[in-house]
């Protein structure tokens, strides 16, 4: 290969990282997101359908921003907005854009166009972007694409959703551990198909099942004569590519690792993952909790009303069944309530701060558990800390409350009677909050998901029950 | 440098990644956690004070299963466990354990044995472990280290505590442009002071100030008599050494960064942050929103009993005075409820489903915020949104409520009270969860820490009153 023809092929040429640290950017703010005025000029020129002047204004940005700006601009404008700046729509736009409107846009595009844009794309971008869509569209774009790119793709579909098969990436350096460091470099300098960014090769056998790992600068630190062998970590994190993607971070995270060799049933490695796919998959399993935890389903401010809300009535509809258990609860005190009203203005903070004091345990039981930190090990101490936790706030809250009743109210045994039901309730709120969610885990299912719903139900119910039981049985009502 | 010289320096010799697919490994389950009867074994050979046997069994671990073993046995057995593995106790041990479970054994130890640590790790490492310690272990702990290492962790501590100064490593690769690539392969095999784990070399200009950045892979794939300019990237991302730590985490995600220059305030190259450490902090920063929803503070398991409680404390009793607010809007309806106790009964079903409610969207919001989706340019088109959803949900529920209420009750208007209420309710709620989040956001809070607080006061304060006055005013109650 000539000086000449590498030239073109170079990185310095073909790819840049972003300008960020330019404070006197026009488009950015200091926080590193599109200002409003800027956004307003595209949208104002997208409505005056001035093609030429919403292309000079995006022409300068990163491809991550303007991934951002067809989320930020409305849904009705984002198809023009595609077709203003069709040169621009290249491979990182699509691949750093929010699923939802990925899909949309996707799915508004001929199949042709989605193909095309489909096989300039990596193999795990690509995937991403077709296996959203409905299976007639994928058939449609999958039909128009080159027969390797269409291969490779139904393979990665082949495997699970949100599986390591998924989302690896088909390009990868793999060479005999018995190579040089200078036969590699000579081998990665003469071959142009072999990827451009790639940060660890991996040594296989005949068989192709990896045997050692070199990160790049060990090999630039190694004279020419020294074999693979001699560089390589022979110990090292393979992924079967059936591992489910939360998994796969978690290891990423704990092993600290930069890329992984991805190996089939067979042991053979057929692919990679490097850490910058992984890290948007921290961040959603990560802030997902917030989201299950309240039902509000994916929770992401792209995704369809109707999707939103079918995700958030269940819950709600939920919610109001178990808030029934609760009124039932009540329910059986009508009596005791009529002889003192009082009652009723009072039993909605003992089961309202129980319900709050629940779901503070509960958050970071579901935490502990999504973080692998709590296992069956440290469990019973989990448990003996948020019962010791749930005893200090009991004492202090029940304490504030009764002196708060009995000074008010001038009726010391309300004052007593509400501060031993909210201790109860606390304490209740406690043994909830940790034991719901180690039951669901041991039960294999999702912590996150359903824990709320029993615990809020345990809280509201019990507070009901103790505070207008001790109520009923104090002889406080005549 | 001769071979034999560099093949004790060797990272296959010296470093080792870890076996983690090994089904039939003896310590770590399906999940890659330890065992439980691994754990127990190990606690066992501590209580007997067979610290040989402890040793035997910690060998074979990886040093992040050891910092995971420190977390799952017992806090006064983590002494004896780091006395009978001295030698294991190695810089990645320390570096992975959790905050708490590290600081509290630095305390425990010895200052020059802490020292001695802190020596042998990484600036950030170090920094790290030594920021946490009270200013007066901190101050003995520097006094007994290397004049450089104290002077370099000094100078990062005095950066903001969560700034990229802190985190940065100090250990870059640095070289004048004009170099060509043969040159640098032989600058790297030459210095063995220079680091043996990056991913990027970093071009300088004379005064130090980053010009470009060249990936590893890129430098590999090119003729030796390529000078650096030509395979550079220009463009780059840098961090000012004072840029708060999540919005290092947003860059790194955004661009899908491998690693980042960081600069002082006269733009000089002083370190660079890489990715393996910037998972951390994405995992906890996205992590934390649930976490502080729900007022649990820093919510991890490992935090001493007594600040667990001194956070959550303060939020019930922050609670207990907006729950105050809303028995105060009950008390106002004594009489009417005394007239009807079933509205006692119903009213906490309204006040609740609407905190539901006001959680769903809160969360969505909150959410949104954190990943910079939602700016002033969409902030309207949320809003918008989430009042649509809550209209559809507020239909729905009011609905089922209210036909549910007229059947069990016998009772029309009864029915129909509730449903309005509920309707309303889970209007408010969607309003509350969108515009409360957003307007601490713009008062420069963070929309995470107070929001539920005033959501759930809002919809309680309000579900009563609706209810409880559209009940009065409705002429149901004679």
């Given at each position: 290969?000539?000086?000449?023809?590498?030239?073109?092929?170079?990185?310095?040429?073909?790819?840049?990282?972003?300008?960020?640290?330019?404070?006197?950017?026009?488009?950015?703010?200091?926080?590193?997101?599109?200002?409003?005025?800027?956004?307003?000029?595209v949208?104002?020129a997208l409505?005056e359908e001035d093609s030429d002047r919403v292309y000079d204004l995006v022409e300068?940005?990163?491809?991550?921003?303007?991934?951002?700006?067809?989320?930020?601009?409305?849904?009705?404008?984002?198809?023009?907005?595609?077709r203003s700046i069709r040169?621009l729509?290249?491979?990182?736009?699509?691949?750093?854009?929010?699923?939802?409107?990925?899909?949309?846009?996707?799915?508004?595009?001929?199949?042709?166009?989605?193909?095309?844009?489909?096989?300039?794309?990596?193999?795990?971008?690509?995937?991403?972007?077709?296996?959203?869509?409905?299976?007639?569209?994928?058939?449609?774009?999958?039909?128009?694409?080159?027969?390797?790119?269409?291969?490779?793709?139904?393979?990665?579909?082949?495997?699970?959703?949100?599986?390591?098969?998924?989302?690896?990436?088909?390009?990868?350096?793999?060479?005999?551990?018995?190579?040089?460091?200078?036969?590699?470099?000579?081998?990665?300098?003469?071959?142009?198909?072999?990827?451009?960014?790639?940060?660890?090769?991996?040594?296989?056998?005949?068989?192709?099942?990896?045997?050692?790992?070199?990160?790049?600068?060990?090999?630039?630190?190694?004279?020419?004569?020294?074999?693979?062998?001699?560089?390589?970590?022979?110990?090292?994190?393979?992924?079967?590519?059936?591992?489910?993607?939360?998994?796969?971070?978690?290891?990423?995270?704990?092993?600290?690792?930069?890329?992984?060799?991805?190996?089939?049933?067979?042991?053979?490695?057929?692919?990679?993952?490097?850490?910058?796919?992984?890290?948007?998959?921290?961040?959603?399993?990560?802030?997902?909790?917030?989201?299950?935890?309240?039902?509000?389903?994916?929770?992401?401010?792209?995704?369809?009303?109707?999707?939103?809300?079918?995700?958030?009535?269940?819950?709600?509809?939920?919610?109001?069944?178990?808030?029934?258990?609760?009124?039932?609860?009540?329910?059986?005190?009508?009596?005791?309530?009529?002889?003192?009203?009082?009652?009723?203005?009072?039993?909605?903070?003992?089961?309202?701060?129980?319900?709050?004091?629940?779901?503070?345990?509960?958050?970071?039981?579901?935490?502990?558990?999504?973080?692998?930190?709590?296992?069956?090990?440290?469990?019973?101490?989990?448990?003996?800390?948020?019962?010791?936790?749930?005893?200090?706030?009991?004492?202090?809250?029940?304490?504030?409350?009764?002196?708060?009743?009995?000074?008010?109210?001038?009726?010391?045994?309300?004052?007593?009677?509400?501060?031993?039901?909210?201790?109860?309730?606390?304490?209740?709120?406690?043994?909830?909050?940790?034991?719901?969610?180690?039951?669901?885990?041991?039960?294999?299912?999702?912590?996150?998901?359903?824990?709320?719903?029993?615990?809020?139900?345990?809280?509201?119910?019990?507070?009901?029950?103790?505070?207008?039981?001790?109520?009923?049985?104090?002889?406080?009502?005549?």
């Amino acid at each position: 290969m000539s000086d000449a023809d590498l030239k073109d092929d170079l990185p310095g040429e073909a790819e840049d990282i972003a300008v960020v640290d330019a404070p006197e950017s026009e488009s950015l703010d200091e926080d590193n997101r599109l200002k409003p005025e800027f956004v307003r000029s595209v949208k104002e020129a997208l409505h005056e359908e001035d093609s030429d002047r919403v292309y000079d204004l995006v022409e300068p940005l990163h491809p991550a921003d303007i991934a951002d700006l067809f989320e930020l601009v409305d849904e009705r404008e984002r198809l023009t907005l595609a077709r203003s700046i069709r040169d621009l729509m290249g491979v990182e736009v699509i691949a750093e854009m929010n699923d939802w409107v990925r899909e949309a846009l996707m799915e508004a595009l001929p199949a042709d166009v989605v193909a095309e844009i489909a096989g300039e794309l990596d193999t795990d971008d690509a995937v991403a972007m077709l296996e959203d869509l409905d299976e007639e569209d994928q058939q449609a774009v999958l039909a128009e694409m080159e027969p390797e790119d269409r291969a490779a793709i139904e393979s990665a579909l082949s495997y699970p959703d949100e599986s390591a098969g998924r989302m690896m990436s088909r390009d990868h350096v793999a060479v005999p551990e018995t190579m040089t460091v200078g036969d590699l470099i000579d081998y990665l300098r003469e071959h142009r198909e072999l990827p451009t960014e790639f940060w660890e090769v991996f040594c296989v056998d005949p068989m192709h099942r990896p045997v050692g790992t070199c990160a790049l600068s060990w090999i630039l630190r190694c004279p020419r004569n020294i074999p693979l062998y001699d560089v390589m970590a022979r110990d090292q994190t393979l992924i079967p590519a059936d591992m489910d993607q939360e998994e796969v971070a978690l290891r990423f995270q704990k092993y600290a690792l930069i890329s992984a060799a991805v190996v089939d049933k067979s042991g053979r490695l057929i692919g990679q993952i490097t850490v910058d796919d992984i890290v948007h998959i921290i961040q959603e399993e990560a802030g997902e909790d917030a989201l299950l935890l309240s039902g509000a389903g994916d929770g992401d401010i792209n995704e369809p009303i109707r999707d939103a809300y079918s995700a958030r009535v269940r819950w709600l509809i939920a919610n109001l069944l178990t808030a029934t258990l609760a009124s039932s609860v009540i329910a059986m005190f009508e009596d005791t309530i009529s002889r003192m009203v009082a009652l009723a203005t009072l039993m909605p903070i003992v089961a309202g701060l129980g319900g709050n004091a629940g779901t503070q345990t509960l958050a970071v039981t579901v935490r502990a558990l999504a973080t692998n930190q709590l296992t069956a090990s440290n469990a019973w101490r989990a448990v003996r800390r948020e019962l010791s936790i749930a005893l200090l706030n009991g004492c202090t809250v029940a304490v504030v409350i009764g002196i708060a009743v009995s000074l008010i109210f001038g009726n010391v045994i309300l004052g007593l009677v509400i501060a031993l039901a909210m201790m109860t309730n606390i304490l209740i709120a406690g043994m909830a909050g940790v034991f719901v969610p180690l039951t669901l885990e041991r039960l294999k299912a999702d912590p996150a998901i359903a824990s709320s719903i029993f615990v809020t139900m345990t809280t509201d119910s019990m507070g009901f029950l103790v505070f207008l039981g001790l109520a009923t049985v104090s002889g406080l009502v005549g």
